[in-house]
């Protein structure tokens, strides 16, 4: 029984949490490793296209919800999605096209294009600000809970309650969706195909034909959708802020380089590998080691290894070990 | 128009801006000397800022986006210097804090001796893991109990250890020490490697910096803020009770209250002024010293450089801390200036990337300009919100009060800062990518 | 006799601004032949084929390719146009697999090209049993297998190759040779780079001597290789 009470104990408050964030940045992560891939940059602007998606997201869900549309049990939000990445797809596209393209078209230095994503760092900031103030928003308003808390225990008997989220199965499903399309579309389609040999080897792709400008807008096309749908789960599942979005820019950039810059499969890995560091490390681990341990032993303290505001601690440390023992990332990125 | 004149013209103009502000209450201007020196003041330490940037990015080439996490480390170095000892938390925990830091750095110190004395294999894996799980909880055991007490004591006023009780100049050094120490412990795991590295690396430690801040009442007082730091210049209660600065006031044709405030603001601008001037001749020296030749060259082609034997690596690492220590330099006079820490008030964009701007703006690899850079954009960073504001009012002239598009765009102003500085940069990196006073 | 089907005709100029590196420096192949540029390092040997191939900026003289000026085109116009070229180095998509990488080598034709890759398996069968694996993770001698059969992909109607056998062992080197010669069976005229000056002369039907960019000898490979001046000069006596 206590060896149940344990594990529930876990599932509730680090396993369910720890997948589900992962899931989110290994979203986001895939997003800074395709642009890392082809067009050779850390954006940092990623976090505040997260923003900007999820901020149109909002509007468009408060539209629909007035026209009185909604998804029943399922967030509005899911529905006003797709309308999102179009309007964000629109912004990524056109912001190329006024500024990384003459970089582009320049040759210029990594780091110069790194420079031009600050600034448009500041304007995608502004204009969220514009558009949705400075405040908490929270925008989910489907059936909170799958399982719910109360429910588990009298099914179960359990001291320990288990909970389950809707926001939470909905952002593992549109993640498995999103990523097993994207595969399928990276090795299977031509397009795909000549964003990957883009990747490779850039002269070699022009040398065959490849249209850079197609590829670069197809990348930026396919960022809009996985940073919206990144930034649309995280603020389901928690809520929006301009400035969480910003800082959600460290773990994003951990996760892609835990996991290989410009290799997607890390990135996938990289985010679960920071998501679930993070939740382990804030977790408060007193309850299953009084459920698990003799008596004798029971702890004192919350065995806690570090409280959750160090959560960025966490993504930094395993972004140091990273960078000092394997630069390349868990699997092979690009060259360092 | 050679490269002196453009100097003097744009330093004349920003001058004149000051003046202006000072002397003329029109448009957004607000005529009161007081907000000029204000303003003057915070410009005269972005501009040291700038000039450490400047250092990093504009003579080596380093991309350094932590520059909130040293600014902040110069704010704590003010906290840790100049406050008087709190003799009860330190007979109460602070030894004991202190013995848990030391236990923790033993800890990595153990394991990184370790590391280098025994050959690779699984025993020194299971050791490294040993050690530092087995210090980690050692650590926490000393280190928490100490902190628990330490924070017991009248957490409304203190809560916390204080400081050396130094006089608060000091604390301008130890702020540059303590960014320095900060920045050798980054570069050396992420300098050698791709420049975004660098970036993301020294982005992460800004924010656990600014974290322990927030968090460590005993070290920072957390979300409580430490109010009442000393001062390098006198108080203008003090001021207005003194008969002799009353007569001498009065002399100006001045009230004591306005001598008072301004009298302060002109003691700090004068102390920034001597920072400023000779933290700006020194980097002038080194540009022009050997080192400051080599530094370049590595900057402009790293490959040459290292074919010629030249250690890349350690020369980044010799700028990268000169020019985290500058900023932390600047950090500790910024709170010296606010009189206070406030944990919550650092962020990213206004500490890290804002000064950004001002060296690509003000011309990037030079030492005046990223100066007129620090004084033109801190100048619009506070004046972009008056602006917007009397831009809204232009455009919804006519309009009737609480109509809702007057309404969205006056709310829109407040957010015109950031909006603002990320159009500077994209028009000055395309149009302009130099400065305003480029690289010679 | 009827001009080249591909000729670098007089070429003068170098790479961007830089200073000139070829000096009316002529170069062709014609129909079923292969021709090879060779002499000693730093000739402008590459240059020139490059030149042919529009990656430089060619000031006087000009490149046809079966009677048409092709001296404005960008590179990949003259892909287009029929030419294909293997670069020295990075010629191949390091991640992707083989059969991908000649997918890629077939990006711009519209037709169904699963005949020009059965063509591609025949000529280089290793490559059919490493059709899944990635390109990277091969050989060297594979590796340059895989980036001429890239380029043959694309069905090209001459192909030029920039030192095909860099850095492979002798062994591998006399594999390529024979490779390279069986692709000229096929029909297609070959240019190519080589840094064994001695092998390439006994295959090449038509042979440069560059010596700093300009043209030092010409002839067909067993003029070249008999003559003294040559030998004495290049071919170490």
Redesign the interface.
């Known amino acids: 029984m206590d060896f149940l009470n344990a594990v529930v104990a876990i599932t509730n408050l680090l396993i369910i949490p720890a997948t589900t964030y992962g899931a989110q940045l290994a979203l986001g992560a895939l997003g800074v490793t395709l642009i890392y891939s082809i067009l050779r940059f850390s954006n940092f602007a990623h976090g505040d296209t997260m923003a900007f998606g999820t901020v149109v997201t909002i509007g468009i869900t408060t539209l629909f919800q007035s026209w009185g549309i909604s998804l029943g049990p399922l967030p509005t939000a899911l529905l006003a999605l797709p309308f999102a990445v179009a309007i964000t797809a629109v912004l990524l596209v056109g912001t190329d096209f006024a500024i990384y393209r003459f970089y582009r078209k320049k040759r210029a230095v990594p780091i110069i294009f790194v420079m031009a994503s600050l600034g448009v760092m500041f304007v995608m900031n502004g204009l969220i600000r514009f558009m949705a103030g400075v405040k908490d928003q929270t925008f989910d308003d489907g059936t909170r809970f799958i399982i719910k808390a109360r429910d588990f225990k009298n099914w179960s008997g359990l001291d320990e309650a288990l909970a389950l989220r809707t926001t939470q199965v909905l952002t593992l499903v549109v993640a498995i969706a999103i990523v097993a399309w994207l595969f399928w579309f990276l090795n299977k389609t031509r397009t795909g195909k000549s964003m990957r040999a883009f990747s490779d080897n850039e002269d070699l792709a022009l040398l065959s034909g490849i249209n850079p400008n197609r590829v670069v807008m197809v990348t930026w096309v396919i960022v809009a959708m996985l940073a919206t749908t990144a930034g649309v789960l995280y603020g389901l599942d928690k809520a929006y802020s301009p400035y969480t979005y910003f800082q959600l820019l460290l773990p994003t950039f951990a996760a892609a380089i835990v996991g290989g810059l410009g290799n997607p499969l890390g990135a996938i890995v990289g985010g679960f590998v920071v998501s679930f560091s993070e939740v382990m490390v804030t977790y408060v681990w007193k309850k299953v080691a009084i459920y698990l341990l003799p008596e004798a032993l029971e702890p004192n303290g919350l065995l806690q290894l570090m409280s959750t505001e160090y959560k960025f601690a966490v993504s930094f440390a395993i972004l140091v070990v990273v960078l000092l023992f394997k630069p390349t990332g868990l699997f092979k990125g690009q060259s360092v | 128009m050679t490269q002196s004149m453009r100097a003097i013209l744009f330093f004349g103009f920003m001058a004149a801006l000051f003046i202006i502000e000072g002397s003329t209450n029109f448009w957004i201007f607000s005529g009161s000397w007081n907000t000029s020196l204000v303003i003057l003041n915070m410009a005269l330490v972005s501009a040291v800022m700038a000039l450490g940037v400047n250092l990093q990015w504009g003579y080596a080439g380093l991309f350094n986006t932590g520059i909130m996490g040293f600014v902040a480390l110069g704010g704590l170095a003010v906290v840790v210097t100049s406050l008087p000892p709190v003799t009860e938390s330190w007979s109460a925990g602070g030894y004991r804090i202190i013995l848990g830091l030391v236990l923790g750095a033993l800890t990595i110190a153990g394991t990184i001796l370790m590391r280098m004395k025994l050959p690779q294999g699984r025993l020194r894996g299971v050791l490294t893991l040993a050690i530092l799980i087995g210090g980690f909880f050692l650590y926490r055991a000393v280190f928490d109990s100490g902190v628990q007490a330490v924070e017991a004591i009248d957490p409304s006023v203190t809560g916390n250890i204080g400081g050396l009780g130094l006089p608060v100049l000091v604390a301008w050094p130890v702020g540059g020490l303590l960014a320095a120490g900060a920045a050798w412990i980054i570069g050396k795991t992420a300098l050698g490697l791709r420049s975004d590295y660098l970036a993301i690396a020294t982005l992460g430690i800004a924010e656990i910096i600014v974290a322990i801040l927030k968090n460590e009442e005993w070290l920072s007082r957390g979300a409580k803020n430490v109010n009442g730091l000393p001062r390098p210049v006198p108080y203008e209660v003090d001021l207005q009770q003194s008969a002799e600065f009353v007569a001498n006031a009065a002399s100006f044709g001045l009230d004591p209250v306005t001598a008072s405030t301004l009298y302060v603001k002109i003691g700090y601008a004068l102390l920034f002024t001597a920072v400023l001037v000779t933290i700006l001749v020194l980097s002038q020296l080194a540009r022009h010293s050997p080192w400051g030749r080599m530094m370049r060259a590595i900057r402009d082609n790293e490959t040459a450089a290292r074919a010629m034997g030249k250690n890349v690596t350690r020369r980044h690492l010799e700028i990268f801390i000169l020019g985290s220590a500058v900023c932390g330099f600047a950090g500790a006079m910024m709170t010296t200036l606010d009189g206070q820490l406030t944990p919550a008030s650092y962020h990213p964009l206004r500490f890290t990337f804002l000064i950004w701007v001002m060296v690509i703006v003000g011309g990037s690899g030079n030492n005046l300009g990223s100066v007129l850079g620090g004084f033109l954009i801190w100048w619009l960073w506070v004046k972009v919100e008056p602006l917007g504001q009397w831009l809204a009012q232009v455009l919804t002239y006519g309009l009737p009060e609480g109509h809702w598009i007057a309404v969205r765009i006056t709310e829109a102003a407040a957010h015109m800062r950031l909006f603002t500085m990320g159009l500077v940069l994209l028009f000055v990196l395309r149009f302009n990518p130099r400065g305003m006073l480029p690289e010679n | 006799m009827s001009e080249p089907f591909l000729i670098g005709d007089n070429m003068t100029g170098g790479y961007g601004r830089g200073p000139d590196i070829l000096h009316n420096c002529t170069i062709s192949v014609n129909k079923g032949e292969i021709a090879v540029i060779v002499g000693p390092n730093g000739a402008g040997k590459s240059t020139a084929m490059k030149a042919t191939f529009g990656m430089l900026n060619v000031r006087s003289g000009a490149v046809r390719l079966d009677g048409e000026d092709i001296t404005k085109l960008s590179?990949?116009e003259r892909?287009?146009k029929g030419m294909g070229?293997v670069?020295q180095v990075?010629?191949?998509?390091?991640?992707?697999t083989v059969e991908?990488n000649l997918?890629?080598?077939a990006?711009?034709r519209s037709d169904d090209y699963r005949e020009t890759m059965e063509q591609v398996y025949d000529l280089f069968p290793i490559l059919r049993d490493k059709r899944f694996q990635a390109a990277g993770e091969l050989s060297g001698g594979q590796r340059q297998q895989v980036a001429v059969g890239?380029a043959l992909m694309?069905k090209p109607k001459v192909l030029l190759l920039d030192e095909p056998t860099a850095g492979v062992s002798p062994v591998v080197m006399d594999e390529l040779f024979d490779r390279i010669i069986e692709v000229s069976r096929t029909g297609i005229p070959i240019l190519m780079v080589e840094q064994n000056a001695k092998q390439a002369l006994e295959i090449a039907d038509r042979a440069y001597v560059l010596v700093q960019g300009a043209n030092a000898h010409t002839g067909t490979g067993k003029d070249l290789l008999a003559d003294p001046e040559v030998r004495r000069s290049f071919l170490g006596g």
């Open positions: 590179p990949q892909v287009m070229f670069p990075r010629n191949i998509f390091p991640s992707m991908e997918e890629m080598g990006y711009i890239r694309t």
